[in-house]
């Protein structure tokens, strides 16, 4: 079998010799693989790809016919071999170089020809093919992609065409230089216009005005190896990137990539769902890797944003991996009050629609330095904004997670979520910087529906949040919260107390879940450990496994969150240590609409005396704690015996107590019977049933201090009035009181 010789010396456009590269051969008819050998005979089968010698030559043995052969910057189409000269072929005798747009929109190059672009960052092959390309080269003002030429400059039967890695433009292909120098931003501006992905690669483009290529007609689809997009103006602009996203579609950034607004830009980056059409045709996917904005600055009131990564609209999920967001910041008078400020990460409702985040995920965030310039402002400085569902009737459930990362100096709330249920766990929070009180606001707080927080660290160095976890809103349908495995650590010369470590709505005695939390340790000193707000019916709140370095206030505060009249909490509490001086176990019955704390208490420690109505599990505890006789939450067979230390001159109210506010009562103030009494208390006052002659009962129907006696008692009016104990003993005595009722 007589075959056809081929062989070259392969060199690039400037005749360097090619060596080590791969060859490849193959049939135009089908686009196979030839069949190649070493021999003129066809007995010694050559590999197909082959790479080239050291002195670049190739060679091969193959049947007469048209081929087509490709190496490194090499693609030869129609190659008719015969039999070929052995003398070097430079590639520039196959193909038309240029070294600017201009030069190959000169040409006249018939479909077929190849032009090799030598410009800098713009550098590629361009193919010339066949078709209609007026719209794809009118959009391409920059010719990134596509280049008219001199005998058809619109496009109309030809053009020249870039050849695209894995289908992916940059800003370079536009004209960028990405040198931190060079203005880029009407090129970057085309790329982002072309409708293709994007490889920011790894340069650093500067801007000198908002990014806003208006409504996209392609998914997004970016990849980065570290670009920075730098905005460099003397008048501030909306944010670095404003993009306005198509519906119904998956968006995706693969970075690391950073959008630094240099302090000239309200906002870093804002991906935008303005489609009002309903779930699920009107939402869309939005996942992104390592995007990072910094140095925002709302500088004023001009624009309505603050954020560092601001994304709104309907989406079915929201998924934002190693975000990083540094320095957001407000200047004095720029926020609007319960409106506009500054956050790290925003997801939001649509503003031109009622669309919302369905599911959220951020794992792994930075966060740092959220703050304003007025440090006697406390509003809207904000980590994370997650707002989802507007609480109608009917909505989708809504849900979010953070996970890991860590908030710094966040100062106001580090997490802030509006959504039907949340959850943080890993996480860690730390503050040295903070509003001019040194207290900021809650560091993780549901403003909406109900949450989880565990597993979390907070190190405060002089700045504390009012809470660690807070809740101010529920529906109490839900599935039950829970904060668990909390260790916190403060520590300076000028370090406040935390007011709550959780304050939460507990869950409602109707369901079968309870709220509860546990493991929590406090390195430092806290008001109380749970401030639990009592909704428009009984509840119950676990509360176990603690541990505070100091408590200044009480264990817990039991305090009505709705405006009906009394209710429980069964506060069941267990394994609780305060290192610090006594303070009461429980506080209840504050002053407004009133919740009274019932339930257990076991293995507490350094605690007072509890003046509530808690079952004991420890029989030898020093008071005998309330026992409801008739069962949980009925209003009657309740017996009370309550002891409290009151001084000379004061005195002391206890609780309301007995059906509909009346009881029978013992009171024992001294050692001997002038110093005890037996009466009877109601909603109109007390009545005298047979008292020592030391202590002096107000009349029925009087509701004040009777003015006279070593021991004054009286009764506020209504069904939930105290029982007040006044000493003139000229001493400090222990007083103990039975009710009955």
Request: glycine share 10%; net charge negative; aromatic share 10%.
């Amino acid at each position: 079998m007589a075959l056809a010789h081929f062989q070259r010396t392969f060199t690039d456009l400037s005749g360097n010799v090619q060596s080590g590269v791969y060859v490849t051969v193959s049939k135009e008819s089908d686009g196979s693989p030839a069949t190649l050998f070493s021999d003129t005979g066809g007995s010694s089968a050559r590999a197909n790809p082959f790479a080239t010698s050291l002195s670049g030559y190739a060679d091969f043995f193959v049947e007469t016919g048209i081929y087509r052969i490709q190496a490194t910057g090499i693609d030869w189409r129609y190659v008719d071999i015969i039999g070929q000269p052995d003398e070097p072929v430079d590639l520039s005798d196959l193909v038309i170089r240029a070294t600017s747009i201009a030069e190959i929109e000169a040409y006249s190059a018939p479909v077929g020809d190849v032009f090799v672009l030598n410009a800098g960052g713009r550098t590629g092959i361009f193919d010339v093919v066949a078709g209609n390309f007026v719209d794809e080269l009118d959009a391409d003002t920059l010719n990134g992609v596509y280049i008219g030429q001199a005998d058809d400059p619109t496009a109309t039967t030809k053009v020249a065409r870039r050849r695209l890695d894995s289908g992916f433009v940059s800003p370079g292909m536009y004209g960028a230089v990405g040198d931190d120098t060079a203005d880029d931003t009407a090129a970057v501006l085309a790329c982002l216009k072309s409708d293709f992905p994007v490889d920011w690669g790894n340069q650093h483009y500067r801007t000198t005005a908002e990014i806003s290529p208006g409504a996209l007609t392609a998914a997004i689809n970016w990849r980065s190896s570290g670009a920075i997009i730098k905005l460099d103006t003397a008048t501030p602009q909306q944010s670095v990137i404003n993009c306005e996203i198509l519906p119904g579609l998956d968006h995706i950034i693969n970075g690391p990539i950073f959008f630094d607004a240099n302090n000239n830009a309200y906002a870093g980056c804002i991906f935008e769902n303005v489609s009002t059409l309903a779930f699920p045709d009107g939402y869309a996917n939005f996942y992104a890797e390592g995007l990072s904005a910094r140095n925002i600055y709302r500088s004023g009131t001009t624009f309505s944003r603050g954020d560092g990564i601001f994304i709104r609209g309907g989406f079915k999920k929201v998924i934002l991996d190693n975000p990083v967001v540094e320095n957001c910041v407000m200047a004095v008078g720029a926020g609007i009050e319960f409106v506009v400020g500054v956050s790290g990460i925003s997801l939001a409702r649509g503003f031109i629609t009622d669309n919302y985040p369905i599911y959220a995920r951020i794992s792994n965030p930075t966060v740092r330095n959220v703050r304003s310039e007025d440090s006697a402002y406390e509003l809207d400085q904000d980590g994370i904004r997650i707002f989802g569902a507007p609480d109608n009737p009917g909505e989708m459930f809504t849900s979010f997670e953070v996970i890991g990362g860590e908030l710094e100096n966040c100062h106001g709330r580090s997490i802030k979520g509006q959504m039907r249920t949340g959850s943080v766990r890993g996480t860690t929070f730390k503050r040295n910087a903070g509003f001019a009180s040194r207290v900021g606001l809650a560091e993780v707080e549901f403003q909406t529906g109900e949450g989880r927080v565990t597993n979390i660290a907070c190190y405060y160095d002089d700045y504390v949040p009012s809470v660690i976890v807070g809740q101010i809103g529920s529906s109490h349908t839900m599935t039950a919260g829970s904060v668990s495995q909390v260790d916190i650590y403060t520590t300076g010369s000028n370090v406040p107390i935390i007011p709550s470590i959780v304050q939460t709505l507990p869950r409602s005695n109707s369901f079968s879940q309870k709220s509860s939390a546990y493991a929590i340790n406090v390195f430092g000193a806290c008001e109380q450990i749970v401030t639990a707000l009592v909704p428009d019916e009984d509840a119950i709140f676990n509360l176990y496994d603690c541990y505070a370095q100091e408590i200044t206030n009480a264990g817990a505060v039991i305090k009505a969150s709705g405006a009906s009249p009394s209710f429980n909490c069964n506060m069941n509490m267990s394994n609780i240590t305060n290192a610090g001086a006594e303070v009461l176990l429980i506080e209840d019955r504050i002053s407004g609409t009133i919740a009274t704390a019932i339930g257990s208490q076991y293995n507490c420690f350094g605690f007072s005396t509890s003046q509530r109505r808690f079952n004991s599990g420890d029989p030898k505890e020093e008071v005998t704690k309330i026992k409801n006789l008739a069962g949980d939450y009925v209003s009657g067979g309740l017996v009370s015996i309550y002891s409290e230390t009151i001084a000379n001159g004061a005195s002391f109210g206890f609780p309301a107590h007995g059906f509909y506010g009346a009881a029978v009562c013992t009171l024992t103030a001294g050692n001997s019977s002038r110093q005890s009494a037996t009466f009877s208390k109601g909603p109109f006052g007390t009545s005298d049933l047979g008292s020592g002659d030391q202590v002096n009962i107000a009349s029925s129907s009087s509701n004040v201090s009777p003015g006279s006696g070593l021991w004054r008692v009286w009764c506020e009016a209504g069904i939930d009035g105290k029982t007040f104990v006044e000493n003139q003993s000229g001493s400090s005595r222990v007083v103990t009181l039975m009710m009955v009722g």
